[in-house]
């Protein structure tokens, strides 16, 4: 083993001092930066969802308290009860009625009095939130009061 083994061992280069296989710094940052590059739209996507799905809440919310408005509407007699307000839960309906139609006397069969005045009335509802949001709207709704005792004939 003599004199060519140790010829090879001179001739091998040996690696410089303070370099070493990997990433650079700058590799490092490009890097970070294209992540980050490619991650705001991927953010503003979840923001655009986040706001979306709160108007969704919201907007479902509303239409449930409007449909539990109209039906608490409904089995209220504006002939009798003008205006009035409710508590729903979390939300407040207060309501007023205007006659749109003079109050008239219904005909009962063959033209005979009724035993009711009738008019078409104008109900403005005002749903209020826990949190004050208003939403404000309006139904027309037929209303009645008695006149006469049921079996008189007038």
């Given at each position: 083993?003599g004199?060519g083994?140790?010829t090879?061992q001179h001739?091998?280069?040996?690696?410089?001092?303070?370099?070493q296989?990997?990433?650079?710094?700058?590799?490092?940052?490009?890097?970070?930066?294209?992540?980050?590059?490619?991650?705001?739209?991927?953010?503003?996507?979840?923001?655009?969802?986040?706001?979306?799905?709160?108007?969704?809440?919201?907007?479902?919310?509303?239409?449930?308290?409007?449909?539990?408005?109209?039906?608490?509407?409904?089995?209220?007699?504006?002939?009798?009860?003008?205006?009035?307000?409710?508590?729903?839960?979390?939300?407040?309906?207060?309501?007023t009625?205007?006659?749109?139609?003079?109050v008239?006397?219904?005909?009962?069969p063959?033209g005979?009095?009724g035993?009711?005045?009738?008019?078409?009335?104008e109900?403005k509802a005002?749903?209020?939130f826990?949190n004050?949001r208003e939403?404000?709207?309006?139904?027309?709704?037929v209303?009645?009061?008695?006149?006469?005792?049921?079996?008189?004939?007038?």
């Amino acid at each position: 083993m003599g004199v060519g083994s140790s010829t090879m061992q001179h001739n091998a280069r040996p690696r410089a001092v303070g370099t070493q296989a990997g990433f650079s710094v700058l590799e490092a940052i490009v890097a970070v930066a294209l992540i980050a590059a490619a991650f705001l739209p991927l953010l503003a996507l979840q923001t655009q969802l986040t706001r979306t799905a709160i108007a969704i809440e919201r907007a479902e919310a509303n239409l449930l308290a409007r449909n539990n408005a109209l039906a608490l509407l409904q089995a209220i007699n504006p002939g009798m009860r003008p205006a009035g307000s409710e508590e729903m839960g979390a939300v407040r309906l207060d309501w007023t009625a205007q006659a749109l139609s003079p109050v008239q006397p219904a005909r009962g069969p063959a033209g005979s009095p009724g035993r009711f005045n009738v008019a078409l009335y104008e109900i403005k509802a005002t749903l209020t939130f826990d949190n004050g949001r208003e939403d404000i709207f309006t139904v027309r709704q037929v209303g009645w009061r008695a006149i006469r005792p049921a079996g008189d004939l007038g």
